[in-house]
C-alpha cells in the first residue's frame, strides 16, 4: 500500500507516494571554475556527476550559473585530470615521468623540503597560483621557515587590494561591492569579468530594472561594457588621468562632501611643510605620536579628537617648534585644482574628450548631490555622537585588473578611492559598501617578515610574510640595502609588495639573485607557459643547467588537478583532485564571501570521491607538516595534531575561539565568529548549503569604518580584538618616509640606484604618470597597445581545455581597431606581425570598431601548447591561438646606466600586463601562429581517452 500522509503545502490534502522517488541526489557545494565563489547544486544519480545548477539560496549568486559554472561537468571528467603522483625521468620538459606511489612521493618531497629547512629554509620558494586556501599555505610557510612564499596576488591585482586598504581599509570584491539595491549610478572601470562575475551580473540586471545609468569606462566594448548605457574607451593606462581630472571639475565645482571628508578622512591633519627637513611632508605630531589639526574658532593647533574641535580644511599655520603645516586637504585641493587636471589639458592623452570628461564630473555631482538617499537608522558614531540616520551619495565604482595591471595602476587605485571619499562615497546607502572583515586599518594588518632575524634553520619564521610596511625600516632587506627575499617583494625594488612578485619568482631563482634556491614548490601556478610574462625565456630558464650539468633550478616540485604546460617542467608532480571532490575553506582568515549586510563564509566538500590516485593539496600539505614536524601542526612529541585539510578546518584555531570556518562555533554548534571548535561544523555547512550567514545589525550596516555598533560587532565576531575604527587616508604619509629616503634625509636612506624611481612614483598624494614601458620605448615605433580581456565563459588556462567551453573560444584572434586595419591594408581575417620591444608573434587579425583607436586585444590565455591539458597536438588552440605574453618582458628595456628594473608598478611590484606597446604589419597568410612551440608529450596513453568527449559519457583511466 502506498504511504498516505497530509502535505504540508496543502494540509488537507493527502500526499501519495507511488513510487520510490526519481529525482537526483542534490549535494550542494561552492563552485570553482572562477574566483567569485557561486554557490551550486550538483546533480548525481548513480554516484555520477549528471549536472550542475546554480544554488537559488546561496548568498553570493541566488541561483545565477555562468557558463563556466555550469560547464564543472566537464572539468570534473576532462581527460587533462592527473591520474597519480609522478616522477620526472626524461630532461625536463620531455615529458617523460613514471607513476610512483604517494609514500614515494611524499617521501621525496620530505626529504627534499627537511634537507632545505635543517640547511637554509629561505632556500624553498613556495608560491600558489589562484587557489583559495592562503590562510593555510601562508601558515604552512610561516611554520615551515622560508621568507619565500606568497600567492598570484603580485601578478593579479595587488594594486588594487594594496592602494584600497591604505586608502580606506579595503578594496573591490571580496573587501566590498556597490549597494546594488540603492546605486543611481555605477561606473565600472577595466576588466572585471572574471572578479565578481557573477555577482556583477546581478547587480547590473538590477540597476537596468531601477533605470540606473551604468557607465562603463575600458578601452574595449566587450563583456559587461557591452550592456553600459555609457561606453567611454580610453585609452590604456590613463584612468588615473581621467579620474583626477573629475576630481578636478568637482573640486572646481564645490561638489565634495566637506563634513564626510573632514569627518572620516586625514585631510585635516596638519602635514609639515619644512622642504629639506627630515620631517617634511610628514604629519605633524604631538608628544603621543597623534597627528595634529589646526581649531579654527580658537585658532589653536590641537591634537586630534580634542573635544569640540572644529578642524580646518585649509590655512598656513605655526607649529611650536617655529616650523609652518599646513592641513592635507590644502594640499591635495592645490595640487587637483591645477590646471594641468582640467578635462581639456588630460583629453589628448586619455583619449576621452574633455566634454565627456566634464559629463561624468556632472552627472556624479548631480546623483551624489541631489539624489541624496536618508535611511531612517540612527546609529553612533565612533565618538559616542548620534545621528539621526545614514545619509547616501548613490554613486558606486568598481575595478580590478584593467586599473591595476599597470605600473602606474597603484596610485591610479588611489585616484579612484579619493574620488569616492570625497563625494562621501564609501560605506554609504548607495555608494561603496565594505564586506566583513573589511574595513580594516592598515594598523590591523602585520608588518612583513623575512629578514634573516625573523628566520633559523629549523625554525618557523617569527611573523607572516606578507603585510603592510609603515615606512622604509619595515622592509625585508639586509643592513646593505639587498633583498631578504626571492622575489624581491618589499625591498627597495617594490616596499610595498602585499601579494610578493612572483612573476619574477622562475627569472630570480635561475639568476641566483639574490641568491639560487634549492627546491621551487609551486601549487596551481602555469609559470610555464600563460601566467609568465616572456614564456619562451621562462622555458628556457626551467630547462637551463649550470657548467656541471645541473639544472640552475635544482627540483620543482608542482601541484595541479590537470596536465597543464608546468607539469612537463616539474621533477616531482603531486596530483590534486578536481574542485568537487576535496574539502575546501573560504576562509575569514583569509578573503570570504561575505555581503556588505551579512557575514558569510563557505566550504566544498568532496561531493564525489576520487576514481584516480590523487589527494587534494591542503591535506598533501598538512601531511607534509607532520612528516618535517612543523609546529603547529604538530604536538610536544613531534605527532601530527591533524589528520586531514577538513580536521585542520574544524580543530585548527588561529587565536583562541578563532578558527578557518566563523559558523557553527561552540560545543552545539550555536555560535558564530568567536567559539570552541565544533566537531560538527561541516555537517552543519553541508546541510546549510555549503555556507554560513549572520547579518549585521542594522544599526552596524553602514559607514562601518566609524559606526560604534559594527566596531563592537567585529569584536563580537573576532575579526579584532578591539575596535579597528579606520581613518581614510588621503595622504599617505608612509610613502612620503619613502621619498625623505629617497632624498637622504631620512634613514635608513635609499640605494643612489632607487632614488629617483622612489621620488618619481611615491607621492603621498595620488598622481598620474605615464607607464613605464611607454616611457621607456619609442612611441612612434610601437603607436600601439596590446592588452587582453577575460572571456566572460573562460578563468585563466582552466577553461580552455573544457570541451564544452572550447566550443565558445577555440582560438583568439587579435581584435584591431578599423582605423588601425585601414592605416596598415589589414583586412578581417588577415594574418599580422605584432612587434614590441621584446618580441614578435604572427596572429590572424579581426577588423573592431567598439574600441579604443589604439588599442589591440585579445582574449586571456585561449591560446595552448599542443599535448598540454590532455589536448592534441594540432588543436585550433595550438595552432591559431596565441599568447601576448611573448611580447612582454618581466624587465623593462635597459637604462641609461644599464640597469633593468622589473615590468612592475614600482611601489607594489604589480606585474604591469597591460603597459604593453606594439606596432603591427600585415604578413603572409598562415596556418598557425607563431612562434608555435613542439608539442608536449601526452602523460596520457591515447588509446585510454576517447577522441571526443560528449556529456553522459562515462570513462576514466
Ligand atoms: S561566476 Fe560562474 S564559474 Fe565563477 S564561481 Fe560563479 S558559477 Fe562558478
Redesign the pocket.
Known sequence: MPQIEPSARYPDQPTVALSQPVGDEVRKT?????????G?DVHLRDGKIRYIE?NRDHP??RG???????A?IMQHYAPARLQAPLKRVGPRGSGEFVEISWDEALETATRWLGEVRERDPKKLAFFTGRDQSQSLTGYWAQMYGTPNYAAHGGFCSVNMAAAGIMTIGGAFWEFGAPDWDRTKLFVLFGVAEDHD??PLKIGISKLKARGARFVSVNPVRTGYSAVADNWIGIRPGTDGLLILSVVHELLKARKIDVDYIARYTNATWLVIDDPGGADHGLFARDGDGKPQVFESVTERVVPLGTEGARAALSGRVTLDDGRTAVPAFQLLAERYLDARYAPDAVAGETGVSAEVIRGLAAEIARVAFDETIFLDQPWTDMNGVRHDGFVGRPVSFHAMRGLSAHSNGFQTARALHLLQVLIGAVDCPGGFRFEPPYPKPVEAHPTPHGRAEHFGSNKPLSGPHLGFPRGPEDMLVDEEGRPARLDKAFSWDAPFSAHGLMHMVIANAHAGDPYPIDVLFLYMANMAWNSSMNTAGVIRMLEDKDEAGEYRIPKIVYSDAYSSEMVAYADLVLPDTTYLERYDCISMLDRPISEPDAVQDAIRWPVVEPDRDVRGFQTVLIDLAGRLRLPGFVDSRGKALYRDYADYIVRHERRPGIGPLAGFRGRDGGRAGRGAGNPEQLDRYIANGSFFSAHIPLEAQFFKHANQAYQDFAVRMGFFDQPQPVTFQLYQEALQKFRLSAEGVRKPVAPETHRERILSAFDPLPFWYRPLEEEAVDREAFPYHAITQRPAAM?HSWGSMNAWLRQIHTRNPLYVPGSVCDAHGLEDGDWAWVTSNHGRIKVEIRRMEAVNSSTLWTWNAVGKRGGAWGLDANVPEAERGFLLNHLINELLPPKGDGRRWSNSDPITGQAAWYDLRVRIEKAEPGLESQPHFSALTHLRDREQVPAELRYGQEWSR
Open positions: 561552492t563552485c570553482y571554475m572562477c574566483a567569485c565563489r557561486c551550486i546554480g553570493v549568486n545565477v550559473l555562468c557558463a563556466k559554472g555550469s564543472g562575475s557573477n578563468y
